[in-house]
């Protein structure tokens, strides 16, 4: 069931976007209030997470996970009758 009308590889794309930008708050607030070693982390966490996130939702690697979404969750033109 699939409310939103989205294929399940867009799904995954934005679930993989919301992890890295969570991520990347987590790393801003470690940043903003720790000290050391911890604010350091802080800033490479939310670096990474910053340069990685349009890498990792437009990996064609990930395709294969996708395409095993697809095979379990219903497209979007099938629901619409379109498929």
């Given at each position: 069931m699939?409310p939103f009308?989205?294929?399940?590889g867009?799904?995954a794309?934005?679930?993989?976007?919301?992890?890295t930008?969570?991520?990347?708050?987590?790393?801003?607030?470690?940043?903003?209030?720790g000290?050391?070693?911890?604010?350091?982390i802080?800033t490479?966490a939310?670096a990474?997470?910053v340069f990685?996130?349009?890498?990792?939702v437009f990996?064609?690697?990930?395709?294969?996970w996708?395409g095993?979404?697809?095979?379990?969750l219903?497209?979007?033109a099938?629901?619409?009758?379109?498929g």
């Open positions: 699939n009308k989205y294929s399940p867009q799904i794309k934005a679930l993989i976007a919301a992890l930008s969570v991520i990347a708050l987590l790393g801003l607030a470690a940043a903003t209030f000290d050391g070693t911890f604010a350091t802080g490479w939310t990474a997470a990685l996130t349009p890498i990792l990996l064609k690697k990930a395709e294969p996708f095993m979404l697809d095979r379990v219903p497209r979007a099938d629901q619409r009758g379109e």
